[in-house]
T-cell receptor, first 114, second 113 residues
Framework: NAGVTQTPKFQVLKTGQSMTLQCAQDMNHEYMSWYRQDPGMGLRLIHYSVGAGITDQGEVPNGYNVSRSTTEDFPLRLLSAAPSQTSVYFC?????????????FGSGTRLTVV | AQSVTQLGSHVSVSEGALVLLRCNYSSSVPPYLFWYVQYPNQGLQLLLKYTSAATLVKGINGFEAEFKKSETSFHLTKPSAHMSDAAEYFCAVWVETGNQFYFGTGTSLTVIP
């Protein structure tokens, strides 16, 4: 059981480049989300999805796009990378409903924009 | 709006001493409450969760937390700290009506030998 898989683990981008961070889960979770983690700021929600075909913005969505064409995958696209997007990105998934609440996190992608 | 406040961004304890990490939340509806732990260069993993059953919740590695509605608190405790407990700890709230987790800013726990 792989859980939540994020790729790549590390990435260096030049300002203005675009890229996609991949996230896949094999637990049939309805809910998936992307966070960025910066020192002293905890985790901030970028985008989330409650099911295939449904996405919504979180606290810091600017500069990022998402789509959810399947239950398993939830890629995060950086449209035009900026140094302010240097961060560690985490994908998380969760089953919706009662006692099942609780995230499973991926191991993270460390992104540096130069 | 929901919010989570973790008092103390850094906590140091001696090995064998009590660990107490504080978390207060604001929520207009009954919340689900969580503690997550993050070891260096790793993702977050669930330590324990409160889902409206018993107010005293036991988690992994000897940690427990008590939900106190009157104080809107969910403090994390462990009777005796171990060196391996050194990590970042995050308190989080999930409210069904909002479809979002709200995380605190984290508390870094240092264990002194």
């Amino acid at each position: 059981n792989a859980g939540v898989t994020q790729t790549p683990k590390f990435q260096v981008l030049k300002t203005g480049q675009s890229m996609t961070l991949q996230c896949a889960q094999d637990m049939n979770h309805e809910y998936m989300s992307w966070y960025r983690q910066d020192p002293g700021m905890g985790l901030r929600l970028i985008h989330y999805s409650v099911g295939a075909g449904i996405t919504d913005q979180g606290e810091v969505p600017n500069g990022y796009n998402v789509s959810r064409s399947t239950t398993e995958d939830f890629p995060l696209r950086l449209l035009s990378a900026a140094p302010s997007q240097t961060s560690v990105y985490f994908c998380a998934s969760m089953s919706l409903g009662g006692l099942n609440y609780g995230y499973t996190f991926g191991s993270g992608t460390r992104l540096t924009v130069v | 709006a929901q919010s989570v406040t973790q008092l103390g961004s850094h906590v140091s304890v001696s090995e064998g001493a009590l660990v107490l990490l504080r978390c207060n939340y604001s929520s207009s509806v009954p919340p689900y409450l969580f503690w997550y732990v993050q070891y260096p260069n790793q993702g977050l993993q669930l330590l324990l969760k409160y889902t409206s059953a018993a107010t005293l919740v036991k988690g992994i590695n000897g940690f427990e937390a008590e939900f106190k509605k009157s104080e809107t608190s969910f403090h994390l405790t462990k009777p005796s700290a171990h060196m391996s407990d050194a990590a970042e700890y995050f308190c989080a709230v999930w409210v069904e009506t909002g479809n979002q987790f709200y995380f605190g800013t984290g508390t870094s726990l240092t264990v002194i030998p």
